[in-house]
Protein backbone atom coordinates (compact mmCIF):
# COMPACT_ATOMS: atom_id res chain seq x y z
CA UNK A 1 0.00 0.00 0.00
CA UNK A 2 0.97 3.62 -0.69
CA UNK A 3 0.59 6.04 2.57
CA UNK A 4 2.12 9.19 3.63
CA UNK A 5 5.74 9.82 6.20
CA UNK A 6 7.10 12.10 7.71
CA UNK A 7 10.95 12.44 6.90
CA UNK A 8 12.47 15.68 8.10
CA UNK A 9 10.07 18.51 7.34
CA UNK A 10 8.39 16.93 4.59
CA UNK A 11 5.31 15.07 4.20
CA UNK A 12 6.26 12.35 1.44
CA UNK A 13 4.36 8.98 0.14
CA UNK A 14 6.10 5.69 0.62
CA UNK A 15 5.21 2.48 -0.27
CA UNK A 16 5.00 0.18 2.68
CA UNK A 17 4.49 -3.58 2.34
CA UNK A 18 3.92 -5.82 4.85
CA UNK A 19 4.50 -10.08 5.12
CA UNK A 20 1.31 -11.87 5.05
CA UNK A 21 2.88 -13.69 7.84
CA UNK A 22 5.89 -14.78 8.98
CA UNK A 23 6.81 -18.20 7.97
CA UNK A 24 10.06 -18.67 6.16
CA UNK A 25 8.36 -18.89 3.06
CA UNK A 26 7.65 -15.77 2.96
CA UNK A 27 10.46 -14.05 4.70
CA UNK A 28 13.17 -15.38 2.83
CA UNK A 29 11.57 -13.67 -1.07
CA UNK A 30 11.14 -10.87 1.29
CA UNK A 31 14.71 -10.81 2.65
CA UNK A 32 15.91 -11.41 -0.57
CA UNK A 33 14.11 -8.78 -2.43
CA UNK A 34 15.48 -5.96 0.09
CA UNK A 35 18.83 -6.92 0.07
CA UNK A 36 19.41 -7.28 -3.93
CA UNK A 37 17.62 -3.85 -4.04
CA UNK A 38 19.72 -2.40 -1.33
CA UNK A 39 23.23 -3.77 -3.59
CA UNK A 40 21.68 -2.10 -6.67
CA UNK A 41 20.88 1.16 -5.20
CA UNK A 42 24.30 1.03 -3.20
CA UNK A 43 26.23 0.24 -6.62
CA UNK A 44 24.41 2.01 -9.00
CA UNK A 45 23.94 -0.88 -11.28
CA UNK A 46 20.23 -0.09 -12.62
CA UNK A 47 17.14 2.18 -12.05
CA UNK A 48 15.39 0.84 -8.99
CA UNK A 49 13.07 2.68 -6.14
CA UNK A 50 15.44 2.70 -2.90
CA UNK A 51 14.52 1.07 0.43
CA UNK A 52 13.67 3.90 3.20
CA UNK A 53 13.83 1.57 6.25
CA UNK A 54 12.72 -2.32 6.80
CA UNK A 55 13.09 -5.09 8.89
CA UNK A 56 12.84 -8.98 7.81
CA UNK A 57 13.41 -10.20 11.18
CA UNK A 58 10.54 -11.41 13.20
CA UNK A 59 12.83 -11.30 16.43
CA UNK A 60 12.87 -7.61 16.04
CA UNK A 61 8.70 -7.02 15.57
CA UNK A 62 6.62 -6.84 12.58
CA UNK A 63 8.62 -7.80 9.69
CA UNK A 64 7.86 -4.75 6.80
CA UNK A 65 9.72 -2.50 4.15
CA UNK A 66 9.17 1.08 3.42
CA UNK A 67 10.43 1.93 -0.31
CA UNK A 68 10.22 5.04 -2.25
CA UNK A 69 7.12 5.19 -3.91
CA UNK A 70 7.19 5.29 -7.81
CA UNK A 71 4.55 7.94 -10.14
CA UNK A 72 1.09 6.15 -10.43
CA UNK A 73 -1.61 7.82 -11.56
CA UNK A 74 0.91 10.21 -13.20
CA UNK A 75 2.05 8.11 -16.32
CA UNK A 76 0.85 6.93 -19.65
CA UNK A 77 1.28 3.37 -19.08
CA UNK A 78 3.32 3.02 -15.24
CA UNK A 79 2.32 0.09 -13.93
CA UNK A 80 0.94 -2.49 -16.29
CA UNK A 81 -1.52 -5.24 -14.54
CA UNK A 82 -2.56 -8.57 -16.05
CA UNK A 83 -3.12 -7.73 -19.74
CA UNK A 84 -3.93 -3.57 -19.42
CA UNK A 85 -1.29 -1.68 -20.95
CA UNK A 86 0.52 -4.60 -22.56
CA UNK A 87 -1.09 -3.26 -26.15
CA UNK A 88 0.90 0.10 -25.23
CA UNK A 89 4.63 -1.48 -25.54
CA UNK A 90 6.89 -0.85 -27.93
CA UNK A 91 9.85 -0.36 -29.71
CA UNK A 92 11.05 2.01 -27.52
CA UNK A 93 9.89 0.10 -24.36
CA UNK A 94 10.97 -3.01 -25.33
CA UNK A 95 15.08 -1.39 -26.06
CA UNK A 96 14.46 -0.41 -22.35
CA UNK A 97 13.49 -3.59 -20.66
CA UNK A 98 16.51 -5.21 -22.68
CA UNK A 99 18.99 -2.54 -21.40
CA UNK A 100 18.16 -2.89 -18.09
CA UNK A 101 17.67 -6.40 -18.19
CA UNK A 102 21.21 -6.63 -19.06
CA UNK A 103 22.77 -4.51 -16.85
CA UNK A 104 20.80 -6.73 -14.31
CA UNK A 105 22.39 -9.64 -15.80
CA UNK A 106 25.70 -8.30 -15.77
CA UNK A 107 25.89 -8.51 -11.68
CA UNK A 108 28.56 -10.23 -10.63
CA UNK A 109 28.12 -13.16 -8.17
CA UNK A 110 31.93 -12.85 -7.33
CA UNK A 111 31.10 -9.53 -6.35
CA UNK A 112 27.65 -10.02 -3.74
CA UNK A 113 27.99 -9.98 -0.16
CA UNK A 114 28.48 -13.68 0.98
CA UNK A 115 25.03 -12.91 3.19
CA UNK A 116 23.27 -11.75 0.05
CA UNK A 117 24.28 -14.89 -1.75
CA UNK A 118 23.60 -17.24 0.74
CA UNK A 119 19.75 -16.30 0.47
CA UNK A 120 19.75 -15.90 -3.46
CA UNK A 121 17.29 -18.39 -4.99
CA UNK A 122 19.71 -21.80 -6.28
CA UNK A 123 18.43 -23.00 -10.15
CA UNK A 124 20.29 -25.71 -11.72
CA UNK A 125 20.92 -23.71 -14.73
CA UNK A 126 23.21 -25.98 -16.78
CA UNK A 127 22.19 -27.46 -20.37
CA UNK A 128 21.74 -30.36 -19.36
CA UNK A 129 18.89 -29.57 -17.01
CA UNK A 130 17.67 -27.17 -19.35
CA UNK A 131 16.76 -30.08 -21.90
CA UNK A 132 15.70 -31.87 -19.19
CA UNK A 133 13.42 -29.09 -18.21
CA UNK A 134 11.74 -29.23 -21.68
CA UNK A 135 11.36 -32.90 -22.18
CA UNK A 136 9.48 -32.64 -19.01
CA UNK A 137 7.02 -30.42 -20.33
CA UNK A 138 6.72 -32.35 -23.55
CA UNK A 139 6.05 -35.38 -21.39
CA UNK A 140 3.74 -34.00 -19.64
CA UNK A 141 -0.22 -35.42 -18.94
CA UNK A 142 -2.46 -33.22 -19.66
CA UNK A 143 -6.35 -33.32 -21.40
CA UNK A 144 -6.71 -31.05 -24.17
CA UNK A 145 -9.75 -29.52 -25.27
CA UNK A 146 -10.02 -31.63 -28.64
CA UNK A 147 -9.00 -34.13 -26.65
CA UNK A 148 -12.08 -35.64 -25.43
CA UNK A 149 -11.14 -35.42 -21.47
CA UNK A 150 -8.35 -37.99 -22.75
CA UNK A 151 -4.91 -37.43 -20.99
CA UNK A 152 -1.91 -38.02 -23.36
CA UNK A 153 1.45 -36.73 -23.29
CA UNK A 154 1.49 -32.59 -24.39
CA UNK A 155 4.17 -33.28 -27.41
CA UNK A 156 1.66 -35.30 -29.14
CA UNK A 157 -1.63 -32.48 -28.46
CA UNK A 158 0.98 -29.81 -29.80
CA UNK A 159 1.85 -33.01 -32.77
CA UNK A 160 -2.26 -32.66 -34.31
CA UNK A 161 -2.45 -29.12 -33.02
CA UNK A 162 0.67 -26.66 -34.70
CA UNK A 163 0.59 -29.76 -37.81
CA UNK A 164 3.95 -30.80 -37.01
CA UNK A 165 4.62 -34.44 -37.33
CA UNK A 166 7.76 -36.08 -34.41
CA UNK A 167 7.99 -33.15 -32.98
CA UNK A 168 9.68 -34.67 -29.71
CA UNK A 169 12.79 -35.64 -32.46
CA UNK A 170 12.55 -32.61 -34.14
CA UNK A 171 13.08 -30.96 -30.36
CA UNK A 172 16.04 -33.27 -29.47
CA UNK A 173 17.51 -32.23 -32.42
CA UNK A 174 17.61 -28.35 -32.08
CA UNK A 175 18.81 -28.90 -28.63
CA UNK A 176 21.52 -30.95 -29.90
CA UNK A 177 22.55 -28.99 -32.89
CA UNK A 178 22.67 -25.53 -30.31
CA UNK A 179 23.94 -26.74 -27.76
CA UNK A 180 27.92 -26.14 -28.27
CA UNK A 181 26.65 -22.37 -28.76
CA UNK A 182 24.53 -22.39 -25.39
CA UNK A 183 27.27 -24.78 -23.66
CA UNK A 184 30.08 -23.19 -24.89
CA UNK A 185 32.58 -22.77 -22.36
CA UNK A 186 32.60 -18.76 -22.10
CA UNK A 187 28.93 -19.32 -20.86
CA UNK A 188 29.25 -21.53 -18.15
CA UNK A 189 29.88 -19.08 -15.25
CA UNK A 190 27.57 -18.42 -12.65
CA UNK A 191 25.25 -15.78 -14.03
CA UNK A 192 21.92 -14.04 -11.52
CA UNK A 193 18.70 -13.99 -12.57
CA UNK A 194 15.33 -11.96 -12.03
CA UNK A 195 12.87 -15.21 -12.03
CA UNK A 196 10.02 -13.82 -12.44
CA UNK A 197 10.18 -11.91 -15.51
CA UNK A 198 6.60 -10.51 -16.78
CA UNK A 199 5.16 -6.68 -18.29
CA UNK A 200 3.87 -6.87 -14.88
CA UNK A 201 7.20 -7.00 -13.39
CA UNK A 202 7.94 -4.07 -15.34
CA UNK A 203 7.15 0.21 -14.35
CA UNK A 204 7.43 2.10 -17.89
CA UNK A 205 8.14 5.63 -17.55
CA UNK A 206 6.53 8.26 -20.27
CA UNK A 207 9.67 8.69 -21.35
CA UNK A 208 10.01 4.96 -22.36
CA UNK A 209 13.00 4.05 -19.45
CA UNK A 210 11.79 0.75 -17.51
CA UNK A 211 12.02 -0.53 -14.26
CA UNK A 212 12.64 -3.73 -13.15
CA UNK A 213 9.97 -4.70 -10.05
CA UNK A 214 9.76 -7.69 -7.28
CA UNK A 215 12.87 -9.23 -7.12
CA UNK A 216 11.46 -11.97 -4.80
CA UNK A 217 12.72 -14.86 -7.00
CA UNK A 218 16.41 -13.46 -8.03
CA UNK A 219 18.58 -15.95 -8.08
CA UNK A 220 21.67 -17.90 -9.44
CA UNK A 221 22.44 -19.76 -12.48
CA UNK A 222 24.88 -22.08 -13.42
CA UNK A 223 25.11 -20.95 -17.19
CA UNK A 224 24.98 -17.16 -17.86
CA UNK A 225 23.22 -18.01 -21.42
CA UNK A 226 21.00 -20.07 -19.94
CA UNK A 227 19.82 -17.50 -17.62
CA UNK A 228 18.75 -15.05 -20.12
CA UNK A 229 16.90 -17.86 -21.82
CA UNK A 230 14.66 -17.94 -18.58
CA UNK A 231 14.59 -14.46 -17.72
CA UNK A 232 13.85 -13.17 -21.65
CA UNK A 233 12.03 -16.53 -22.67
CA UNK A 234 9.39 -15.75 -19.62
CA UNK A 235 8.92 -11.88 -20.51
CA UNK A 236 8.20 -12.27 -24.09
CA UNK A 237 5.69 -15.40 -23.47
CA UNK A 238 3.78 -13.58 -20.90
CA UNK A 239 3.82 -10.48 -23.19
CA UNK A 240 1.43 -13.01 -25.53
CA UNK A 241 -1.15 -9.76 -26.23
CA UNK A 242 1.40 -8.07 -28.39
CA UNK A 243 2.93 -9.23 -31.11
CA UNK A 244 5.23 -5.94 -32.21
CA UNK A 245 6.38 -5.43 -28.56
CA UNK A 246 7.68 -9.48 -28.60
CA UNK A 247 9.00 -8.78 -32.37
CA UNK A 248 10.56 -5.57 -30.59
CA UNK A 249 12.07 -7.46 -27.87
CA UNK A 250 13.55 -9.88 -30.39
CA UNK A 251 15.37 -7.33 -32.13
CA UNK A 252 16.78 -5.35 -28.90
CA UNK A 253 17.84 -8.93 -27.61
CA UNK A 254 20.18 -9.47 -31.02
CA UNK A 255 21.01 -6.13 -31.27
CA UNK A 256 22.46 -6.17 -27.70
CA UNK A 257 24.63 -9.21 -28.18
CA UNK A 258 25.24 -8.02 -31.50
CA UNK A 259 27.17 -5.05 -30.08
CA UNK A 260 29.76 -7.59 -28.10
CA UNK A 261 30.15 -9.90 -31.60
CA UNK A 262 28.05 -12.46 -30.34
CA UNK A 263 24.90 -11.93 -33.02
CA UNK A 264 24.75 -15.57 -33.79
CA UNK A 265 24.01 -16.16 -29.66
CA UNK A 266 21.68 -13.38 -29.65
CA UNK A 267 20.01 -15.38 -32.35
CA UNK A 268 20.28 -18.79 -30.64
CA UNK A 269 18.68 -17.54 -27.11
CA UNK A 270 15.45 -15.72 -28.71
CA UNK A 271 15.17 -19.06 -30.34
CA UNK A 272 15.62 -21.18 -27.24
CA UNK A 273 14.13 -18.25 -25.55
CA UNK A 274 10.55 -19.31 -27.61
CA UNK A 275 10.58 -22.78 -27.19
CA UNK A 276 11.14 -23.23 -23.28
CA UNK A 277 8.77 -20.67 -22.47
CA UNK A 278 6.00 -21.04 -24.54
CA UNK A 279 6.25 -25.16 -24.42
CA UNK A 280 6.05 -24.48 -20.37
CA UNK A 281 2.87 -21.64 -20.01
CA UNK A 282 1.22 -23.34 -23.32
CA UNK A 283 1.19 -26.90 -21.16
CA UNK A 284 -0.78 -24.99 -18.80
CA UNK A 285 -3.66 -24.56 -20.98
CA UNK A 286 -4.44 -28.07 -21.41
CA UNK A 287 -5.00 -28.75 -18.02
CA UNK A 288 -7.88 -26.25 -17.32
CA UNK A 289 -10.90 -27.24 -17.19
CA UNK A 290 -13.15 -27.31 -20.69
CA UNK A 291 -15.10 -23.92 -20.07
CA UNK A 292 -11.80 -21.98 -19.19
CA UNK A 293 -10.02 -23.36 -22.14
CA UNK A 294 -12.75 -22.27 -24.37
CA UNK A 295 -12.71 -18.41 -22.87
CA UNK A 296 -11.59 -16.03 -25.29
CA UNK A 297 -8.68 -14.13 -23.77
CA UNK A 298 -7.41 -17.90 -22.88
CA UNK A 299 -8.14 -18.89 -26.93
CA UNK A 300 -6.43 -15.49 -27.97
CA UNK A 301 -3.07 -16.37 -25.90
CA UNK A 302 -3.35 -20.23 -26.98
CA UNK A 303 -3.14 -19.42 -30.52
CA UNK A 304 -0.75 -16.22 -29.97
CA UNK A 305 1.92 -18.81 -28.32
CA UNK A 306 1.68 -21.73 -30.55
CA UNK A 307 1.74 -19.58 -33.59
CA UNK A 308 5.14 -18.61 -32.02
CA UNK A 309 6.11 -22.02 -31.64
CA UNK A 310 5.41 -23.30 -34.89
CA UNK A 311 7.66 -20.35 -36.32
CA UNK A 312 10.52 -21.99 -34.47
CA UNK A 313 10.24 -25.37 -36.46
CA UNK A 314 10.40 -23.49 -39.10
CA UNK A 315 13.70 -21.74 -39.25
Same mark, same amino acid.
Given at each position: ??????????????????????????????? &?? $?? %?? =? /???? #? !? +???? &?? $?? %?? =? /???? #? !? +???????????????? !??????????????????????????????????????????????????????????????????????????????????????????????????????????????????????????????????????????????????????????????????????????????????????????????????????????????????????????????????????????????
Amino acid at each position: MVAKRKEGNKTVERFIKIPENDTKKLLTPFQ &RQ $IE %VV =N /YIKE #K !G +IMNT &RG $IV %VF =N /YNPN #K !G +IPFVVMETLPAGHSKI !GFIEGNKSVELLGAKEAERTIDQLKKFHSISIKSLQSNLKKILKTYLGDYKSFKQEVFRYLNKKVKALDGKGKSESFYTVLEHRLVINDLKNKTKELLEQLEPIIDAKENRESSIVHGDMAPNNLYVFDSGDVELLDLEWVGTFKNKAIAMILDFGNLRARSWGNKKFREALDSALIKAYCLKGKENLGKVIVKLSILRSLIHLSGFFENYDQAKQKDKIQTRRRNSTEQDLVQIFKK
